[in-house]
């Protein structure tokens, strides 16, 4: 049976063994890097886990029991996105070992997986809110400032926020630009609003050089702290709906389809590689707006004078 680490979650192997099972997970996520390779680790380590509990090893699974993995994440209350990335992620390493020659057949071909909702049900906070959050954040410390500006502003991943270093920092045809790794181990640089570039600028003072963000212990500031910032602002700001960094993105998304900004832009922006996950926003952001039911009744209105 497969042996699961007792460190952290994202290391899921032990590059000393050679056993079949361990050298198709090295060289599965060997094929991958930065966030998209963590997140991988983190979806095989919870199946590692779930077949270590059943006594099950990796390479004698069977489809239902990759499909009892999804009915454990959804009694554990895991969002739909959420089970299917990970049933997704199994996929993908059970093929890499047929393709390897390492399994003769993956258990996995057939797998069900949960439809995905083409709407976006994200909690959602309107104009008004955002902006309370951003003075909230300027009457704080310079760094709540800079983070919940390069959220709501940018539109950044938390991942990308808090791994941008101030090296990454410039000017660029007259722009304040920050250089970011996007999902995808993809360098993309992303101009600042004046606003956002000043409270960056008052975040890093005399600092030359590191991560713009950091902790009590000055290393860099982590998603968990980083969520920790934003439900601080929040409070602050008298927002009571439950949010976290990733509301900040949906926001500038909504925000952005809002001001008229074209979807092929927003997408951009977005760094959204489908742009059906873009259109999910903006479905949702005007599906009451533009029923039928108003241009009918407005029709109808004009024949019953």
Partial sequence: MTTIPATTAVVVYDPGRLDPEHVALAGFLGGY??????????????FLTFCARRQLKLFEVRRSDIEAFGRELEANGRATATIARRLCTVTGF???????????????????RPR?????????????????????????PAAEHALISLLALNGLRVSEAIGANIEALGVERGHRT???????????????????????????????????????DCQRLDRHGAARIVRRVARRAGVAKPIGPHTLRDAFITAALDAGVPLRDVQEAASH???RTTMRYDRARVSLDRHATYIVSTYIAGAAR
């Fill in 273 to 275: 590689a489908d742009p």
């Fill in 33 to 46: 890097r930065g966030l998209t390779r963590d997140a991988y680790a983190l979806d095989l380590h919870q």
């Fill in 116 to 140: 995905i909702d083409s709407e976006s049900h994200a909690i959602g906070l309107d104009r008004n809110e955002v902006g309370a959050l951003l003075v909230a954040a300027g009457l704080g």
């Fill in 178 to 216: 920050l250089t970011v790794l996007r999902k995808g181990g993809k360098t993309v640089t992303v101009p600042l609003a004046p606003r956002t570039a000043r409270a960056v600028d008052l975040a890093i003072g005399e600092r030359a050089a590191g991560p713009i963000f950091t902790n009590v």
């Fill in 94 to 112: 059970y093929r890499y070992a047929e393709e390897e020659g390492l399994i003769a057949h993956s258990p996995a071909v057939h797998v069900r």
